[in-house]
Structures are given as structure tokens and as C-alpha cells.
């Protein structure tokens, strides 16, 4: 069983930047796949950035640029660097793994964007 502990979240005003961080523990084997989704009020959980154990990684279109994700396979980490941060990014940002074949959540860290 994988548990995900995040961190990082926190108020921000427009244009500011923050970093998450999501460490993973439970299994000693490198995650194939980690990084963050996020849910707005009223919205659905989306994709905001993953990372392959390849190296590989995946951004939403509106955060390409903006944010970067990262991470540290010796410990199962993974990071979220967020610069030029908008209202519109306010949202519960969750942190994924997926080891295998089923996913594993964080709990959930509030990222709010002020103008």
C-alpha cells in the first residue's frame, strides 16, 4: 500500500510562485508514474502535470510554461515548481502515483491565487 504525503500549498498572490512536493512511501521500487491532478470548486478533477519513470512528462495546455514538474526517484518524490501563478489556478491539488495498475491520491493541498 503507497501512502502520499503532500505539501507546499498555501495563499499567493497573482503572479507569484509555489512549490509542492509529494512524497511516497510504502514500497522500496521506483513509481512508474507521479505528479499532480487538481480540482477547482464545481469542476472535475484534471490532469495538471505527470512524470514517467522515463522521464517523460505530460502538462496541461493551460499550465505549459507555467509550471514544472520534477522528481527524485531515490525517494519517491515528486515535485511541483507553479510560477506566474493566476486566480484560475486555485484549486485542491492532489498528488498521484500509480505504481502498477491502480492509482494512489494525497489527501489534498489548497493552492489559492489571489488578484
Known amino acids: 500500500q503507497v501512502q502520499l504525503v503532500e505539501s507546499g500549498g498555501g495563499l499567493v498572490q497573482a503572479g507569484g510562485s509555489l512549490r509542492l512536493s509529494c512524497a511516497a512511501s510504502?514500497?522500496?521500487?521506483?513509481?512508474?508514474?507521479m505528479g499532480w491532478y487538481r480540482q477547482a470548486p464545481g469542476k472535475q478533477r484534471e490532469l495538471v502535470a505527470v512524470m514517467a519513470r522515463s522521464g517523460v512528462t505530460d502538462y496541461a495546455n493551460s499550465v505549459k510554461g507555467r509550471f514544472t514538474v520534477s522528481r527524485d526517484y531515490g525517494k519517491n518524490t515528486v515535485y511541483l515548481q507553479m510560477n506566474s501563478l493566476k486566480p484560475e489556478d486555485t484549486a485542491v491539488y492532489y498528488c498521484?502515483?500509480?505504481?502498477?495498475?491502480?492509482?494512489?491520491w494525497g489527501q489534498g493541498t489548497q493552492v489559492t491565487v489571489s488578484s
Open positions: 498521484y502515483a500509480r505504481p502498477s495498475f491502480s492509482p494512489y
Open positions: 510504502g514500497t522500496s521500487l521506483i513509481i512508474n508514474t
